[in-house]
């Protein structure tokens, strides 16, 4: 049994720090060891919420005020916060923790940030196994806060029970609305900044959205009434009451009927997949392959072979080296 497991079962902070920076590793040991720990975690079951939105809407002063008032009310609070990650340099800043200072300091919440490695879908590599470590250590509550990068950011809808987007007053009109891509993955539309001289345009903008709403085909996994769109208020705290409201009902509800464990299911099925890619294109890093992806690039590059000929000629050499 990994020395992590008992402390981060009984709700350890430092340990979940340690367990989440041994699966975000990419040392062979390490992966080896982070397999071993998630096959001995048990079954714990806390609702994740995933939170996307436009970069300056206040996503993270969003999850501080509504983080903060969950902890108020008895619940643990986790927030992995996926910061993006320099194309250049591949470094991040990670700062969505200093923003939250107020809860980063209570000690019923959990905030780790994460770079997103360049990892598309606003999400990092192991954010799903994170997800699984914070249900482990006793979190009731998970709040998956993603890079924010526009409508094609749906992956964290695949690894979360509720998605939850956040939006700015005037951030769009009708047809905006009924776009597909991250819209219609949304379950609840929350409308921030909807206080001072911003309210009337707040409530104009929730008009909008809540018309598009109705113009996109129901889903079977919605009761009446959703999705939807509602005003919101993070600096001063209106609205986060209803909007914790309308998500427990909304999981309620495709608990009563059946949805709720058969999306975990699909979303197990979907983290399959993601690792047997990932495995795939591991293969790629080994040295002989390597040797082979170096000369068939050259010959693409000079216009000796086609893009399409050199990757079947690839795929072919990578069948041959696993059967020797």
């Known amino acids: 049994m990994d020395e992590l497991l008992k402390p981060l079962i009984e709700g350890n902070r430092r340990a979940l720090s340690r367990a989440i920076t ?5 040392r062979a040991d390490h992966r080896q060891r982070a397999v071993a720990l998630l096959a001995e975690l048990p079954k714990k079951q806390a609702l994740r919420i995933g939170l996307s939105g436009t970069p300056g809407v206040g996503k993270s002063t969003f ?6 008032m969950l902890t108020e009310q008895g619940l643990r609070v986790a927030v992995l916060a996926v910061d993006p990650s320099s194309t250049r340099s591949g470094g991040s800043i990670l700062g969505d923790k200093t923003r939250m200072e107020t809860l980063s300091r209570n000690p019923r919440a959990f905030i780790r940030p994460t770079p997103s490695s360049a990892e598309l879908g606003g999400v990092a590599r192991r954010t799903r196994e994170s997800i699984r470590l914070c249900e482990a250590a006793g979190y009731d509550v998970i709040l998956i806060e993603t890079v924010g990068v526009g409508q094609s950011e749906t992956l964290v809808a695949e690894m979360s029970d509720l998605f939850v987007l956040l939006l700015a007053p005037a951030g769009g009109d009708e047809l905006q609305g009924v776009k597909r891509g991250i819209m219609e993955m949304a379950d609840l539309i929350l409308v921030n900044k909807a206080d001072g001289d911003l309210l009337p345009t707040a409530r104009r903008t929730v008009a909008d959205y809540a018309g598009a709403l109705r113009l996109l085909r129901k889903r079977p996994q ?5 999705p939807k769109a509602m005003a919101v208020s993070a600096a001063t705290g209106d609205g986060l009451d209803k909007a914790w409201a309308e ?7 495709r608990r009563e009927h059946g949805h709720f464990e058969a999306n975990r299911a699909a979303q197990e099925r979907q983290w399959f997949m993601a690792e047997l890619r990932a495995g795939l294109l591991s293969q790629l890093d080994q040295p002989q392959a390597q040797a082979h992806l170096a000369r068939l690039g050259d010959d693409v590059a000079q216009g000796k072979l086609a893009p399409g000929m050199a990757a079947t000629r690839m795929l072919d050499l990578l069948g041959q080296m696993s059967q020797e």
Not at 63 to 68: K, M, Q, S
Not at 222 to 226: A, I, K, L, S, V
Request: aromatic content about 14%; charged content about 20%; hydrophobic content about 50%.
């Open 247 to 253: 998500m427990t009902a909304l999981a309620d509800w």
């Open 22 to 26: 041994l699966v975000e590793s990419t």
């Open 63 to 68: 999850i501080e005020a509504f983080g903060t």
């Open 222 to 226: 919605d009761p009446e009434g959703f």
